[in-house]
């Protein structure tokens, strides 16, 4: 696996400062892919190169260029994957998981370790760190925490653009049902009572 020690140093070098999509990020997404693969007949090699640069491209939620991160970082990743002598056959799977792993895309991976990578990414997105990351992407769009009239979006549609507790009610109690594996999925629900529990003392200091 000397080519993902390789690899991991030429991703370090790229990531910008974005407290939620940094180097910190990908480690973290690259330890939950390991233990998925554990589980799964998967090839980790492309599993964990596919985490390495699955956000080498990065827009911030502000820029209309957002929803196309995940494609430019796949096409990136292409260049980089031909400097370290991947296979063609290999370079497209690890592509196609990068292009297709967001949330925006709406896709669901057509390979194995496509699907592994959605599923590491996204327990990033949940439990203790995901609430952490919420409101650090909120922090620097300067979005107020909560709409004040309806915080837990029970009588409008969840606008996250607007309200970080939204984000919650957009995206993240939606992540546990959407987990393509097994393993993916019982740490989803972990990380998903998580969130639950942290809104319902939320609740209770706001209301």
Not at 3 to 19: A, G, Y
Not at 75 to 94: A, G
Request: charged share 35%.
């Amino acid at each position: 696996m000397n080519v993902i020690n390789s690899l991991k140093q030429e991703v370090h070098n790229l990531m910008i400062n974005d407290s939620a999509h940094d180097f910190d990020h990908i480690m973290r997404v690259f330890k939950n892919a390991q233990k998925i693969c554990k589980k799964e007949n998967a090839r980790e090699k492309l599993v964990l190169s596919a985490i390495l640069l699955h956000d080498i491209v990065s827009y911030p939620k502000s820029d209309k260029r957002s929803k196309l991160s995940s494609i430019k970082s796949a096409e990136k990743s292409r260049n980089i994957l031909k400097k370290f002598n991947f296979t063609k056959e290999e370079t497209q799977i690890i592509s196609d998981a990068i292009r297709d792993h967001s949330f925006s895309r709406n896709k669901i991976p057509t390979t194995l370790e496509g699907k592994i990578l959605q599923d590491a990414d996204r327990l990033d997105a949940i439990g203790a760190i995901g609430i952490a990351r919420v409101f650090a992407v909120s922090g620097s769009e300067k979005r107020p925490f909560y709409n004040i009239k309806d915080p837990f979006c029970k009588n409008r549609i969840p606008n996250d653009e607007i309200w970080a507790l939204d984000h919650f009610y957009r995206k993240l109690l939606k992540l546990e049902s959407l987990m393509n594996t097994k393993s993916g999925k019982i740490e989803a629900k972990k990380r998903t009572k998580v969130l639950k529990d942290f809104l319902n003392e939320l609740k209770k200091e706001i209301q």
